[in-house]
C-alpha cells in the first residue's frame, strides 16, 4: 500500500504541487500519491484531525491556514517556531509534527545566483507580512546582519524588526524612503503580493534607483516576471522570481517526508511549463 500526502488550502484547485510532488515519487521509484484537499478556514480543525486519523503521512499548508493550523499540531520544529508559521507537516507515528521550508527554500534559492555569500550583502525587504517575516527571521538566523524593511505601513516594519530574536540593527522606511535610498542595497526583495496576477501592472516602488550591480528577488510566481522585475531587467540588473521559492521550499517538504532529494530541474521545468514561460 503506498503513502498519502497533500496539501491543504483555500482556494486550492489551481496549486502545481500536486504536479511536482506526484512527479518525484514517480521519478524516485517510490509509491506516494499526493493529493490536493480543499480545505475551508472553519472545517480545519476537523480536516487536520481526519488527515491525522486517516494516516496521512505528511502535507503542505497553504493560505489560509499557515498559522491558524498551529493549534491542531502535537508540536513546532524550530522552523515552524521562527517563522510563527506551518506550511509543512510530518505525520511522526501519529503525531503532527509542523514545520516551515518557506524561509529556508527561498534562501537556498536566492542564494544559487548570488556573486558572494548572502551575509556580505545589504538587503532590503519590501513588506512586514507573514512572508516577509519568514524571509527576515530565516535571513537573520543565518548570520545576515545588514537588512532593513520597508513597508506602505511603517509601524508593521518596526513591529517586525522588534519581534525578530536575531539582531536589531534593522532599520524600518517607507516605500518613499526606501525608493530614494535603493543604491544603498545589494539584494532587493519584494514579499507582498502587489503585482500578483490579475493586477499585474502594479509594483511596490520603482528600482531605477537601484545600483547596477543590485540583484532584484520577487516571491511572486504568477505572472514569472512581474513589473517590478521587467524594470529591474530593463536596468540591466539581475533578477530574480518567485518560481525558485516555490520549487526549494516544497523539495524541503519531499526530502522531510522521505529521506530523498527530488531534482530540482524536474520541479522548475514543470512549474514553467505550466505557468507557460520560459527561465528566467
Ligand atoms: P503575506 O502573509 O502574504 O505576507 P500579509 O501578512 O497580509 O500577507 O501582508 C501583506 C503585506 O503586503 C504587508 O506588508 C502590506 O502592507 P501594509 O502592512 O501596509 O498593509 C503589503 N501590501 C498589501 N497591499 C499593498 C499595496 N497595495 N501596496 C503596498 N503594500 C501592500
Given at each position: 500500500m503506498g503513502n498519502l500526502y497533500g496539501v491543504i488550502g483555500?482556494?486550492?484547485?489551481?496549486?502545481m504541487s500536486p504536479d511536482i510532488h506526484n512527479d518525484a515519487f514517480k521519478e524516485k521509484h517510490l509509491n506516494g500519491y499526493y493529493h490536493a484537499f480543499h480545505v475551508e478556514p472553519e472545517r480545519l480543525k476537523e480536516s487536520v484531525q481526519a488527515l491525522k486519523i486517516l494516516g496521512v503521512k505528511g502535507f503542505n499548508v497553504t493560505i489560509p491556514h499557515k498559522i491558524s493550523i498551529i493549534p491542531y499540531l502535537d508540536e513546532l520544529d524550530e522552523t515552524a517556531k521562527i517563522a510563527g508559521a506551518v506550511n509543512t507537516v510530518i505525520n511522526v507515528e501519529g503525531r503532527l509534527i509542523g514545520h516551515n521550508t518557506d524561509g529556508n527554500g527561498y534562501v537556498r534559492s536566492l542564494t544559487k545566483i548570488?556573486?558572494?555569500?548572502?551575509?556580505?550583502q545589504k538587503i532590503l525587504i519590501i513588506g512586514a507580512g507573514g512572508a516577509a517575516r519568514g524571509i527576515y527571521f530565516t535571513l537573520a538566523h543565518q548570520g545576515c546582519s545588514e537588512i532593513d524593511l520597508c513597508n506602505r505601513t511603517v509601524s508593521k516594519a518596526e513591529k517586525l524588526i522588534n519581534e525578530?530574536?536575531?539582531?536589531?540593527?534593522s532599520k524600518a522606511l517607507s516605500l518613499e524612503q526606501a525608493e530614494q535610498q535603493?543604491?544603498?542595497?545589494?539584494v532587493i526583495i519584494h514579499t507582498t503580493a502587489v503585482g500578483m496576477h490579475p493586477n499585474?501592472?502594479?509594483?511596490?516602488?520603482?528600482?531605477?534607483?537601484?545600483?547596477?550591480?543590485a540583484v532584484v528577488s520577487d516571491?511572486?510566481?504568477?505572472?514569472?516576471?512581474t513589473s517590478l522585475l521587467q524594470e529591474a531587467e530593463e536596468q540591466g540588473l539581475t533578477i530574480h522570481n518567485g518560481v525558485g521559492m516555490f520549487v526549494h521550499q516544497a523539495a524541503l517538504a519531499f526530502t522531510l517526508w522521505t529521506g530523498i532529494e527530488p531534482s530540482i530541474e524536474r520541479m522548475t521545468a514543470i512549474v514553467y511549463d505550466k505557468l507557460g514561460g520560459t527561465s528566467c
Open positions: 483555500c482556494p486550492i484547485k489551481h496549486s548570488l556573486q558572494k555569500p548572502i551575509q556580505e525578530c530574536p536575531f539582531g536589531h540593527t535603493l543604491e544603498n542595497y545589494d499585474v501592472e502594479q509594483k511596490p516602488l520603482s528600482v531605477k534607483h537601484a545600483k547596477r550591480t516571491i511572486v510566481y504568477n505572472p514569472i516576471k
